[in-house]
């Protein structure tokens, strides 16, 4: 049930994100902004929230960071040695190639199309006695394997059916050929980008450190948000824009179920052993620990008189579209039920959080933070 709690809690928040901004009703872009403080502001109390005290996160990287990034490169490299020799016999990973056909016709989805395919002889999974019948060949051999679908079988027009497989034997699969790291084999995986084992590690080491910073970065800016929300008094939730957005994702849910021929109750028992009752309370709490937030960074808004422009309205819209891929923004409005209001509200978000952490207070400064600014492993 925990395991299906969290994910339901990934689910919410998604459908938050797609199906949040119930809206205040289309405006002019002019008045957006205005309203959005206007509609908020008497609806929180804030408390002081400049100067929060917050824990920076602690950013570094061990040489077995740094290994790791080796071995994944080795593991890519990794081949198998081909056996082109012997007998195929159970316990043999052997490498074959079929198509099959049933009255003499190709079926769908019976072929390897000359690609390949690794199985284990005795524990393929294949049906009736495919791997009985590869057995004893050697490398190289073609040769047919007759076979009988079960009655039961997954699709209908090959139940009970039988099938021939023109098969060949490619090898059998030996040990495994680990390269060994050296400066050839560091220019050769790499692709020439780096020369020597020494110029991976100082580029891996530089990577990790960049992607941790930044991870960094974004758990204290949120932490110092979390911070203010839960130390801001909210008077009252605006109830009609709650109760929309609650039954804007409860609906979003019960489409999704009936998608796939079910209703609600059953799709929620099944994926999360969820009952109605508790689905809707879990989105609503949900959806007012959305409208906390939003009616904190509004309010904060207000307070520093934070705004934003047509440029950085525009902006936002180019980087959505860049992200999904889309056209144009009529296809991002009508695919992720956005409004003018969720583009503003988004950019006044993001300045109001770079407020909060160049006005926030870091309590102490790790002890490994000048060795990470640098790259540098913290072990040496």
Do not use: W
């Amino acid at each position: 049930m925990k395991c299906r709690s969290k994910r339901l809690g990934i689910v919410l928040a998604c459908s938050m994100f797609l199906a949040s901004f119930a809206g205040c009703g289309q405006t002019d872009d002019a008045d957006i902004v205005r309203n959005l403080k206007k509609t908020y502001k008497p609806l929180v109390k804030l408390t002081d929230y400049k100067g929060i005290s917050y824990t920076p996160t602690e950013v570094s990287v061990s040489e077995d960071d740094v290994q790791n990034e080796i071995d994944y490169l080795v593991h890519q490299n990794t081949t198998q040695e081909q056996i082109k020799t012997g007998v195929a016999t159970y316990g043999d990973a052997v490498n074959i190639d079929y198509t099959g056909y049933v009255d003499g016709v190709a079926f769908d989805g019976g072929s390897t199309q000359g690609q390949g395919t690794e199985i284990e002889l005795g524990n393929s999974g294949y049906i009736d006695n495919f791997d009985e019948q590869i057995k004893g060949h050697k490398p190289g051999d073609q040769f047919e394997v007759k076979v009988t679908f079960p009655e039961t079988y997954q699709e209908p027009s090959l139940a009970g059916a039988e099938a021939t497989f023109d098969t060949t034997l490619n090898y059998i699969v030996g040990e495994d050929i680990v390269p060994e790291v050296t400066d050839s084999f560091i220019e050769s995986a790499t692709n020439g980008d780096f020369k020597t084992v020494e110029d991976f590690k100082n580029a891996s080491r530089d990577k990790i450190l960049e992607t941790r910073t930044e991870d960094g970065l974004n758990a204290d800016r949120q932490a110092i948000l979390q911070k203010v929300i839960d130390e801001t008094t909210i008077v009252e939730y605006p109830e009609n824009e709650l109760r929309e957005r609650t039954a804007a994702i409860v609906d979003s849910f019960q489409q999704y179920a009936a998608s796939m021929g079910v209703d609600l109750q059953t799709f929620l028992g099944y994926y999360y052993g969820y009952s109605a009752e508790d689905f809707r309370d879990s989105v609503k709490k949900s959806a007012e620990s959305y409208m906390r937030e939003k009616m904190v960074i509004i309010a904060i808004a207000e307070a520093e008189n934070i705004s934003c422009s047509e440029k950085e309205y525009n902006d936002k819209i180019r980087e959505l579209l860049e992200q999904t891929g889309l056209r144009d923004v009529s296809e991002l409005n009508q695919q992720y039920g956005y409004t003018n209001e969720d583009y503003y509200f988004t950019i006044l978000e993001e300045k109001v959080v770079d407020f909060l952490y160049e006005n926030a207070s870091p309590d102490s400064t790790p002890s490994d933070a000048a060795p990470a600014a640098t790259g540098t492993d913290s072990a040496n």
